[in-house]
């Protein structure tokens, strides 16, 4: 060690490295070299947003996953899990640094036994391991693609820290050991286990013999040596002698069975749990859930372990009650059980001393610290045996973490997190203030400033608790829940009374509004109907709240609701939007008890279905709706005529938006603009308003791996909180307004963003095709035959716009072109009074960008409509009748004329062209050769395969797909 090192304790820690790349990743210049405890939490922290989207703080940990403690020496530090990022939490500081790295959810992780390095990994197809440093929080390694077909389930660093075990959760699973300190992206040892070991899913190293590791699954424990240069495991097995194995066993439980040996699990009455090495000799200690301990003293002879006698394995039973978990520190072993009681035992399994005041319940992990005190336990002899004793963290099934000072026999609970599935949040309207609840039926309110929790609430007659929404005001909260109940509480006290509980809806509640003005409440539930209630002001008494009633609006299920006002400001409006694509507007003023009136339903599209909607920012002096559909495509409606004004291309990371909302300015917005928050399947997102198709002025991140529920804002626009559901965590993010724009900056100017979204970009074939019909748009307008001197001018009139539309392969509906041309002739209107009759180049480019499909046609679209529409009856790909197919044009959707299907068919199949005074039935009679006459039953086959369809009616050759899509511009 240099003489430097012998000065910096702290950098002692480090493995040694094994290339020199190595050498001068972990120099005397870099953050994780010079790094010391301090240096993850200092006690000034300035933080520098970078970011549009920084995560700021992680409610709710993986109760599946152990608690590790990293200090507990000057300050409380402990390691968890939650969603897909790992959390060092320091109790002491009440802060958080949150390890970013995976884009799914983290299966597994653990800690080196100096604490000082932290491996994580997921379950992904992409199987990402990451090393970090838990003095700096910066990741030093990262294994990718360790095991593609299935991901990661068990992960262990060796003793020295120098190799990291991973163990893969494919069909027929693998083991790899790793030298994570080289720069080698392929494993030093790599092993496939047989399946009839059972499924293994946990694995760690013997920390006093890097050479040896150790898995168990509820059945089998196998022993592994690298000592021979390679990867080679047996299973852990009794030689059956005389009588051994006579206790009954669930053989459709556990069918692996081997008949020359003693069966593991009726020695061990039940279920394996996780096994760990003796702290000294070459033994192996398992504990089952019948509250029973197996030890297998084992040989160095690997070939040998395969056949233990029974004297070498010895069975003891310690309690009647499961052990859930063993692990070994200094010289005892420690067990955990279902009730929550800690024990300590001896190497002679003698009771120590024990922990069951603290009434917790089932014990998930134990973590003991690296730091020491001497003291000592009393027993019944007369001298005193001196203990080296340790503080340990407990973490329960029910994500309650306990720190435990065992020299003072006390139990202090440094977390307390949800343990259930959370589907709402929402935020005070003028106060710091997130609530959250979940489905165990606990409303907690957190004070997203202070960081901490300060108030909640156990309803013990509902349950689900489904939708939360605090009023404009801040005066009441009001609560869903899975029942269809609705409670009204005292934000402040959490109590409610008696009066405000309505239990009328028997389905569970999907969405909640107020309306601006807190007078009236709706609510959504999955049941497809909207119920109504309504503030009730008496002289006599405060406000009270009143069940107006319920309406089947739609008959499918609802997807949003959304309330307003009138273009005079004063009266509320109301609307909901269906998955039957209808927007219903209701007339409050004339509603009454048990009477809710409609004023008017518009279907708003075609073949998309709606998923979310929400006002429109004030551009201009019309008032517009914005919804979004799972074509990825935004329309804005004028909330009067309820007519389509624009249509914009959406956000396309991988899956539609489901949720969006129109963020309050605040301190931090310098540059004066509107911003639009929404989440898709598993993301949460901004956009820079107004929409206009950029795909650079939105930007977003994967929040919730398995899928985020809901999100909601903060009153000053700071902050975003997402509810994960199944994931049990309420992540909150910091906006940086000022990253966004940059980022949208850097995008382009003007056209440029869009050039990108074009084939080939604004160099490629494409667009040069583009420019070409567009001038020849310019002359067709002039006619094709005139000889007067040309005028042409930079925009082409709009009766041009549909046909150079088709020519660039995207084929609008007629309630589509009505749109498109809606779209141009009023974009002006409100602010000049005059239509729009032309379009220039730029104009077009943006047009046909946000109105063609996001991803074109792709083959399984094809292939779901000849399976809804097709007869599969005789087996095999099903196939169309031709007479269905042209009754389906004539009569379904948009119904084509008989003329204008001939003309279609004429041009699809190659006819000559249409003569001057002939109809297109005369001319589809004919060929090119005139003495040929063609029908449509002639030509078109009597049943019609997808191919046949693709390839000869369309014209679409294999050659035309790309990633499983067609060209837009063939």
Same mark, same amino acid.
């Given at each position: ?5 012998? !000065? ?167 083991? &790899? ?8 992206? +392929? ?8 399946? %009839? ?31 021979? #240069? ?31 040996? &003693? ?5 061990? /009455? ?109 027993? &019944? ?67 997203? $400033? ?11 007659? +509902? ?10 005001? #801040? ?6 829940? #899975? ?73 499918k299920p609802i997807a949003d609701l959304l309330f ?58 019309? !008032? ?78 994967? &929040? ?13 626009? /700071? ?39 074009? +084939?080939? #970009? ?5 667009? /040069? ?15 094709? +035959? ?47 009074? $005059? ?34 529409l097709g007869d599969a009856s005789r087996g095999g ?14 009569? /379904? ?9 001939? %003309? ?13 005074? $002939? ?21 078109i086959p009597e049943e019609i395969s997808m191919k ?23």
């Amino acid at each position: 060690m240099s003489g430097a090192e012998a !000065q910096n304790p702290e950098t002692s820690n480090i493995p040694q490295c094994q290339s020199e790349a190595d050498k001068l990743r972990l120099t005397r210049e870099s953050q994780v070299y010079t790094a010391t405890r301090e240096t993850l939490f200092p006690k000034e922290i300035t933080r520098t947003r970078t970011h549009a989207l920084s995560l700021d703080w992680v409610n709710g940990v993986n109760s599946t996953l152990p608690v590790y403690m990293l200090q507990d020496h000057n300050q409380l530090v402990f390691l968890y899990a939650g969603a897909h990022v790992a959390i060092i939490y320091n109790h002491t500081t009440n802060s958080q640094h949150i390890l970013e790295g995976h884009s799914s959810s983290i299966s597994c992780l653990c800690v080196s036994q100096d604490r000082r390095w932290i491996a994580t990994a997921d379950l992904s197809t992409k199987s990402t391991v990451i090393i970090w440093d838990s003095y700096s929080g910066i990741p030093v390694n990262t294994l990718f693609d360790c095991h593609r077909d299935g991901g990661v389930i068990a992960i262990a660093f060796s003793g020295d820290t120098k190799q990291l075990v991973t163990l893969g959760n494919e069909k027929n699973q693998c083991v &790899c050991i790793w030298a994570w300190t080289n720069d080698s992206n +392929e494993p030093l040892w790599v092993t496939e286990l047989i399946p %009839e070991y059972g499924y293994q899913n946990y694995i760690i190293f013997n920390p006093n013999n890097s050479t040896q590791l150790l898995s168990t699954s509820i059945s089998q424990v196998l022993f592994y040596s690298t000592a021979q #240069g390679n990867l080679q495991y047996v299973p852990l097995r009794i030689i059956k002698l005389g009588d051994a194995a006579t206790l009954e066993l669930n053989a459709s439980l556990f069918p692996h069975t081997t008949p020359e040996y &003693c069966n593991i699990l009726k020695l061990a /009455r039940g279920p394996l749990n996780p096994s760990v090495f003796h702290w000294q000799d070459l033994k192996v200690l398992t504990p089952t859930m019948s509250g029973i301990i197996m030890i297998w003293d084992l040989m160095e002879d690997l070939a040998s372990n395969q056949n233990l006698s029974r004297d070498r394995v010895k069975v003891i039973s310690l309690q009647d009650h499961p052990i859930t978990l063993l692990t070994v520190t200094d010289s005892c072993i420690v067990t955990g059980d279902t009730r929550g009681h800690i024990n300590f035992y001896d190497e002679n399994m003698l009771l120590l001393t024990w922990y069951n005041q603290f009434n917790l319940d089932t014990i998930a992990s134990i973590s003991f610290s690296k730091e020491c005190s001497q003291g000592h336990l009393e027993d &019944c002899t007369i001298e005193a045996k001196p203990l080296l004793s340790r503080n340990f963290v407990v973490a329960t099934v029910s994500s309650m973490m306990v720190h435990v000072n065992v020299q003072k026999g006390t139990c202090q609970v440094i977390l307390q997190e949800n343990c259930d599935t959370i589907n709402t949040v929402a935020c005070h309207p003028t106060q710091p203030l997130m609530v959250m609840g979940n489905h165990k039926g606990t409303l907690k309110v957190w004070d997203y $400033e202070q960081k901490r929790t300060v108030r909640s609430k156990v309803f013990e007659k +509902e349950k689900e608790i489904q939708c939360v929404m605090f009023d404009p005001q #801040g005066r009441h909260l009001a609560v869903g829940f #899975g029942s269809g109940a609705i409670h009204f509480l005292d934000p402040n006290t959490l109590q409610s009374n008696p009066k405000e509980c309505f239990d009328t809806p028997k389905d569970s509640i999907s969405h909640m509004s107020f309306s601006s003005d807190s007078r009236y409440l709706a609510t959504v539930d999955v049941g497809k109907a909207i119920t109504i209630f309504r503030s009730q002001t008496n002289d006599d008494s405060p406000p009270l709240w009143i069940y107006l009633g319920r309406y089947r609006s739609h008959y499918k299920p609802i997807a949003d609701l959304l309330f307003g006002v009138h273009l005079d400001g004063i009266k509320p409006r109301l609307f909901t939007l269906g998955m039957d694509r209808m927007l219903v507007e209701y007339d409050l003023e004339n509603s009454d008890m048990d009477q809710i009136v409609i004023s008017s339903t518009k279907r708003i599209e075609q073949s998309a279905v709606p998923k979310c909607m929400t006002w429109y920012p004030p551009f201009s002096a019309e !008032q517009f709706v914005v919804i979004s559909s799972d074509q990825y495509k935004m329309k804005l409606f004028n909330s009067t005529t309820k007519k389509c004004r624009k249509t914009l291309l959406g956000p396309t990371y991988g899956s539609p938006v489901k949720k969006m909302e129109i963020l309050p300015t605040c301190e931090g917005n310098e540059t004066g603009s509107y911003y639009m928050a929404y989440i898709t399947e598993d993301k949460l997102g901004l956009q820079i308003l107004p929409l206009d198709g950029n795909p650079f002025k939105s930007h977003a991140v994967v &929040c919730h791996p398995t899928g985020v529920s809901t999100f909601a804002y903060s009153h000053d626009g /700071r902050f975003l909180f997402t509810a994960g559901g199944g994931d049990c965590t309420v992540l909150s993010w910091q906006i940086s307004y000022n990253a966004l724009e940059g980022a949208a900056a850097l995008g382009g100017k003007d056209l440029m963003p869009f050039y990108t979204l074009l +084939e080939g #970009g604004k160099d490629g074939k494409f667009y /040069r095709e583009i420019e070409d019909f567009f001038y020849y748009c310019q002359i067709h307008n002039q006619g094709l +035959e005139s000889m007067d001197t040309r005028q042409l001018s930079t925009k082409i009139p709009l009766t041009e716009v549909i046909p150079l539309m088709r020519a660039l392969a995207y084929f609008p509906t007629e309630e589509e072109v009505e749109d498109m041309l809606n779209e141009i002739k009023l974009s002006k209107y409100a602010e000049t009074g $005059e239509y729009t009759t032309d379009i220039n180049l730029e104009e077009l480019i943006k047009l046909y960008i946000n109105h063609r499909p996001a991803f074109g046609i792709s083959i399984s679209e094809i292939t779901e409509a000849f399976r809804v529409l097709g007869d599969a009856s005789r087996g095999g790909p099903p196939v169309l009748p031709r007479n269905e197919l042209l009754e389906l044009l004539q009569v /379904r959707g948009e119904a084509m004329t008989e003329d204008e299907l001939a %003309e279609c068919f004429t041009s699809l199949l190659g006819f000559i062209e249409v003569q001057e005074g $002939e109809s297109p039935e005369q001319q589809f009679c004919k060929s090119e050769d005139e003495s040929q006459e063609y029908s449509l039953e002639s030509v078109i086959p009597e049943e019609i395969s997808m191919k046949i369809f693709t390839d000869h009616i369309l014209g679409l050759p294999p050659s035309t797909m790309r990633g499983g899509h067609f060209s837009q511009l063939e």
